[in-house]
């Protein structure tokens, strides 16, 4: 038996935002023929992140870009259709790693992690707030951040996948949390449904006349999704012996040249100021036990998140363009496939 | 009896280079008439460091500016000529804050700290390898960039007061040490009697590929004095996990406008850097360690430094000038009256 397997391959290094025509979908034959040690996996859900624009270029960054001709990189759980590996059965709920956009991969069974069955836990959260965006705002907030009671927090983008998270680990740990988001309605469900203290909305308001309203003792721990001129609004009103946790640079992703540096730098030393950079990939040894922290606290209800899922391989690079205006609502993932 | 004590005042904030005029040398009697607990201090030396430069600015910084027409801020070191305090007897030789730049200062005794007398070591060291600057350098290299053997170290403004030991203490811990430094002479200073790896004359060399050469493992500290295009060299070559104590940016304290941050930021994201800006004050509390420690070095040779004396506080202005063109030998000191 053999398999169509559609496969988004990138065709060139898009320039600026990405374009039609940037990536390709190619059918091509997949055949069940699996290797020893290997098994098959049916891609169910795909996760759309902003770090995908970043590999698609040939900028500096963490891993090597994805060469043009090849699948697109990507997170992923899938379902293991074919095995070669004792310890894997067909059936079993997995994360193949970074697979990519396709619609099967085949892969060494010993690279692919079994996602473990929690009650009530839906298998999008593996992809969500216990997959790498809320590991990446366990470590970041906790680790770098490390916010003491009644510290002020801001945290932009804090309607994404991993500010969303970020914001209520810092509410967790007794700190006062203003969020930065695009709209009234992410705003909305900052304040209204997750607690924090206060949010801004980036597309309306003065960020720098808020965040003086909002932040009366300065602020203690920024949280840094965005960079440009958001970014510096906070850093201007951050206090001696801050923290800046630098998770993304979004504003300078879709941009051809690199991403500048705050207007005033030498705030970080008058202020002595901490920026420090991280991947989550850093973190992988440790993630068990972090996921098993999140899950609970998802459990208790004290970490709540939202999936923002879109159907069909066909329409992940028009999904992941969302990603770059917020047209979206929590963590973007598509569906490739059902979950059974 | 009376004292004609001169001082220099701040009559307005410089723009861009210090010129004739910003500062004013005023002549003031000064009565013996001491008050209770206080003791009056005859200067000996004064420090000239680039931070006064920031002092006599309204940016945004980690002392209050130094007001318009008040006596500019400074270290230094003295002797007591008059004494109200019994634990300091006439003659000891002090460290008394930071009095300013004038011939005499009337201090409360308990702000004021006797110099240890250690057998070999000049008065000016304690303005230099074992004083703030001493002390710098040994909590931004040991404690923030805290280099392990076989690691690589750039230290920008190598040869300066701050550079020269904070490369110096890299070297003690088994690193690889460039310096950057303006000019031959100091390049080769810090190569033939610092023991440095590698020197680069940004007056003259390719900085980028003088670090290419010099560095082919990468870079994992890198000790910020200067900022702009030099941090930007250094920065592009730093490692993942690369540290970056921020010390000083004296290419843009002359400047009007705020000094930017790197050109490219994404940097720290994607490999994971540490950018800590620090200000020796914070470590005060553990100076005496620290000075003890230092002071063995200096002792053994292990860590040499360079004095430059000016005569005269009525040449404090034209001297501190030279600290931002670089037409100083070592530390930067003013005489102002004789040790004894």
Redesign the interface.
């Known amino acids: 038996m053999s398999r169509i397997n559609r496969q988004w391959r990138l065709t060139r290094r898009p320039e600026g935002a990405i374009q039609d025509g940037d990536l390709e979908l190619v059918e091509t034959p997949l055949s069940d023929d699996v290797p020893d040690g290997h098994v098959l996996i049916r891609t169910v859900y795909l996760s759309l992140d902003p770090t995908n624009r970043i590999w698609m270029s040939d ?4 891993l090597p870009p994805v060469e043009v001709g090849a699948v697109m990189r990507g997170s992923s759980i899938g379902v293991v259709e074919v095995s070669r590996d004792a310890r894997l059965a067909p059936g079993t709920l997995v994360a193949p790693g970074l697979g990519g956009w396709q619609d099967y991969d085949i892969v060494l069974g010993k690279q692919v992690r079994p996602l473990p069955a929690i009650p009530g836990v839906p298998a999008t959260a593996y992809l969500s707030a216990l997959g790498s965006t809320g590991l990446t705002a366990y470590f970041g907030m906790l680790e770098i951040g490390a916010p003491k009671e009644g510290e002020t927090v801001v945290v932009s983008a804090a309607a994404g996948a991993v500010g969303s998270v970020a914001s209520q680990l810092a509410k967790l740990k007794g700190a006062r949390v203003i969020g930065i988001a695009g709209g009234r309605d992410k705003c909305r469900w900052l304040t209204d449904e997750l607690g924090l203290d206060g949010a801004i909305d980036y597309k309306h308001d003065d960020v720098g006349a808020a965040l003086d309203r909002l932040c009366p003792n300065g602020i203690d721990v920024n949280f840094e999704n965005v ?1 440009g001129p958001i970014m510096d609004a906070v850093l ?1 009103r951050m206090n ?1 012996f801050a923290r800046m946790p ?4 979004i504003s ?1 992703y879709n941009a051809d040249g ?22 989550v990939l ?1 973190y992988l040894s440790r993630a068990g036990p972090a996921q098993r922290e999140l899950a609970q606290w998802v459990g208790e209800g004290k970490i709540k998140y939202k999936v923002h899922v879109e159907q069909g391989l066909e329409n992940a690079v028009s999904a992941l363009r969302r990603l770059f205006t917020g047209e979206h609502d929590g963590k973007l993932l598509v569906q490739v496939s059902p979950e059974s």
């Open positions: 900028r500096d960054q963490y960079g201007a001696n630098l998770c993304g640079l300078g690199p991403t500048p540096g705050p207007k005033d730098f030498s705030l970080l030393l008058m202020r002595r100021i901490r920026v420090q950079g991280f991947i850093d």
